[in-house]
């Protein structure tokens, strides 16, 4: 194609985009929701992946042990556990201090009320591993030790986490699913009303004998446009909302680990303005297919 | 330049639109196709540019079968086949200029070109002076000029013309048909479907009548009559 055909294109999508200005608005609009969902899920499941992450990496056992074992066998226990293999350190938590950290949680009067006067609790112990992903060997083998009551490592937490990723993962494709078939739809029917105002000059050219590629390379990009527009606006929402939002939760959930990695949210965001695109080009292709059978 | 070998077309619903048509046109003829409305005469011209492709039988044109193209082919085809309707099938929103010149815009042609050649094939039909009225503005005889100018306007080895006189009055279809006889004397073929007997008879050009999806009648000097 010659460049001033380019030109003939460009000028006939932007006059049709033009023509329909509100079902393209429309279009636009629809994509950039479902697009700025997909984004937003994708962030969301790989920042529940990275916590997720986050958390086994910290994760330590809690041994506690019985009430009655006596500080000396607690210090020996200590010292067995660190020849274990897979064990890095381990830390004493006389029940003394046990109850302190209690008692500032709760406050010193109510905790005195239930306990009178008596310590409830154990001695206990904790085991930072070597290697997060064995913690659960290392965790099996301290409760086999003698003296031990109960051992704790957390993985409940982690399992609940990933848990809740695989619903959310569901969920999401699900809702996606939907709205990418309604934005699909939606941008169809504009391209459809776009080539259905055009239908006298598409006969003519094919009259005339003018390529099909000729016919379709206006509506092509019209198409193409729409979804551009949407996946830009998506992408924009989405970098803008989600810097927003992590500034936000690190001054209230300092603790909270959250994905800052710019590489990945920019190519989060360039792959919503190419869905955008793809979106577009593939909507406008289905719906000229059919008027282009003659 | 242009055979039918035992052409038929069925349409959806068992309609024998044409049945068993084997006929040859030669390159430069003139031809009057006639016949009462449904005998074939719209479907045999929808073959001729490949809108439609027969249920059986073979079409060549300039010695290629047509029906054997590839739809990327088509367009090629098609810029060597003029065509003009009843229904003159003018853009309303572009002046006459504008109709013409579209049909060779769409092909990629040169705007320096597009001006000479549209000026050109305005003057061969008579209407230089309506360039910029619009479809609206002029009459129905100097609208289906303008559907001829931009039929020719690519100069292509055939035109064809399906009831190009149907909506126009008796002095203007007699225009017309000389002016579909003048490009038929720089070397066109032109094939017109028609009901204007007065003008097929009096002009003792080739007939080839249709009746029924058949041919009936093949003259060389023809007069109109499918009865016969
Ligand atoms: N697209 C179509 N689908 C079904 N039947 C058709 C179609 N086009 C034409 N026909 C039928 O084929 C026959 C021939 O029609 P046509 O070629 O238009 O005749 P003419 O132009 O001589 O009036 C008629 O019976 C008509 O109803
Ligand atoms: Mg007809």
Redesign the interface.
Known sequence: MRLRTWGYFFRQAFLSLWRNAWMSVAASTSVAVTLFILGAFILLVLNINFIALALQSNLEIAVFLRVDTPRSQALALKQQMESLPGVKEVELVPKEQGLKILAQQLGEEELLEATGGVNPLPDYLRVRVEDPARIGEVAAILQNLPAVEKVNYGQAVVERLLAVLRWVRYLGVGIIGMLAVASLMLLMITIRLAVYARRREINIMKYVGATDWFIRWPFLLEGLFIGLIGGGIAAGVLLWGYTSLTYKIKLSLFFLPLLEDNTVLHYTALGLVGGGACVGAVGSLLAIHRFLKV | MIQFFNVTKIYKGDIYALKDITVKIDKGEFVFLVGPSGAGKTTFIRLL?R?ELPTKGQILIAGRSITRLR??EI?????NIG?VFQDF?L?PDRTVYENVA??L????VP?KEIKARVEEVLAQVGLSGRAHLFPHQLSGGEQQRTAIA??IV?RPRILVADEPTGNLDPATSREIISLLLDINRLGTTVIMATHAWDIVNSLKKRVIALDKGRLVRDDKEGVYGYEA
């Open positions: 540019f809108e739809s990327k367009p090629f085809l098609r810029r065509v099938r853009l579209f049909a815009q769409v092909l990629e705007p931009r039929a690519n």
